[in-house]
């Protein structure tokens, strides 16, 4: 089975673009999540989508939204960029979306804001 | 809340040498508990986890016991190799939603 799959894997953008990443969950698992990943603040939590739905959100300014599709693929947007957005991020799926369950992660976007 | 607090790195072991990171949670709840590791360049990968108190998770010679009394997932290995120079991210995702709270990452490198 195919694993988690994100694109692009690197995007260099200049301030004040947009950006949209994509994400591929493993065939069957309905939820979607998002991390940032830097090495100041390390992993945090952007948000969580389960059948089309947003569940979940973290702490980050509204300039950060998502959506999933019917086949459970899920973009993310990034308004307005700054340099602070430059990351790694990373998009995880699981099954069913319940608590206590494994997320698999794909390798993740690297960002990089100029 | 939930939270996950790691040892802090780096961390640099001769090689076959010991190799433990400490890790404690404070979870609402009743978490599942995870060792995940990033090579270079990569995302993550999960190595084990543990989803009740005193199971032990373990892959490729790691090992992590859940101790809900100390409230611990400390990752072990008895013999490291060159190829487990990495990071190991320790994480929890407890009974109250879908979502992982992660240690801060302990950067390992094991020399020759």
């Known amino acids: 089975k195919a694993g988690v799959t994100q694109t692009p894997r690197y995007l260099i953008k200049t301030r004040g673009q947009q950006v949209t990443l994509s994400c591929s969950p493993i065939?069957?698992?309905?939820?979607v999540s998002w991390y940032q990943q830097t090495p100041g603040q390390g992993l945090q939590f952007l948000f969580e989508?389960?059948?089309?739905?947003?569940?979940n959100k973290g702490n980050f300014p509204g300039r950060f939204s998502g959506r999933q599709f019917s086949n459970s693929r899920s973009e993310m947007n990034v308004s307005t960029l700054e340099l602070g957005d430059s990351a790694l991020y990373l998009c995880?799926?699981?099954?069913?979306?319940?608590?206590?369950?494994?997320?698999?992660f794909g390798p993740g976007t690297r960002l990089l804001v100029l | 809340g939930n939270s996950v607090t790691q040892m802090e790195g780096p961390v640099t072991l001769s090689e076959e040498a010991f190799l433990t990171i400490n890790c404690t949670y404070t979870?609402?709840?009743?978490?599942?508990l995870f060792w995940y590791v990033q090579y270079p360049g990569e995302g993550l990968q999960l190595l084990l986890k543990a989803t009740k108190a005193d199971d032990k998770g373990s892959n490729k010679g790691f090992e992590a016991t859940y101790r809900k009394e100390t409230t611990s997932f400390h990752l072990e290995k008895g013999s490291v190799q060159v190829s487990d120079s990495a990071v190991y991210f320790c994480?929890?995702?407890?009974?109250?939603?879908?979502?992982?709270?992660f240690g801060t990452g302990t950067s390992l490198t094991v020399i020759p």
């Open positions: 065939s069957g698992h309905r939820s």
């Open positions: 995880a799926s699981s099954i069913a979306g319940q608590g206590r369950e494994t997320q698999y």
């Open positions: 989508y389960f059948s089309e739905t947003q569940r």
């Open positions: 979870a609402t709840g009743y978490p599942s």
């Open positions: 994480a929890l995702n407890s009974n109250t939603g879908n979502q992982f709270y």
